[in-house]
């Protein structure tokens, strides 16, 4: 259903250092680099057939974040949710909500983690909890 997720960003190069640790403990390399014909920086991540990209914005006002928007980031497993989680962390993110561990509801057992990343964005890294039959 999508192409890509993008991001602002009032700090290009933050970013960069911020998730070049956090998706590079989902396994995403070096993100392309890219200049828009505006003049604006972006970084454009792939790793497994999607894309996140992060952009100056290109209008020149300020990056926001989404009130209520979250970026879910697709684990496979609680330790790689674990590792995403310390990673944001320990690179300029900011743990929210609950800390990182199983929640059970309506769409089954669910390992979650919640962080911000240094402009405010809102993302999650998951791993869905396979029961035994």
Known sequence: MFSHVMVGSND????????DAVLGALGAGEPHHD??????????????GNT?????????????????????FKCNSPAQV????????AH?????????????????????????DPDGNKLCAMHRVKREA
Request: glycine share 14%; with cysteine.
């Open 12 to 19: 290009i190069e933050r970013a960069k250092r911020f998730y």
């Open 92 to 116: 300029g993110g900011t743990s929210i909500e609950q800390p990182p561990g199983l929640r059970e509801g309506n769409l089954g057992a669910l390992y979650l983690a919640y962080v911000r």
């Open 35 to 48: 200049l828009a014909a505006t003049g604006h920086r972006r970084l454009f991540y792939r790793h497994d």
């Open 52 to 72: 996140f990209c992060v952009t100056e914005p290109i209008d020149g006002s300020a990056a926001t974040f989404a009130n209520g928007g979250t970026i879910g």
């Open 82 to 89: 674990q590792a995403f989680h310390d990673t944001a962390v």
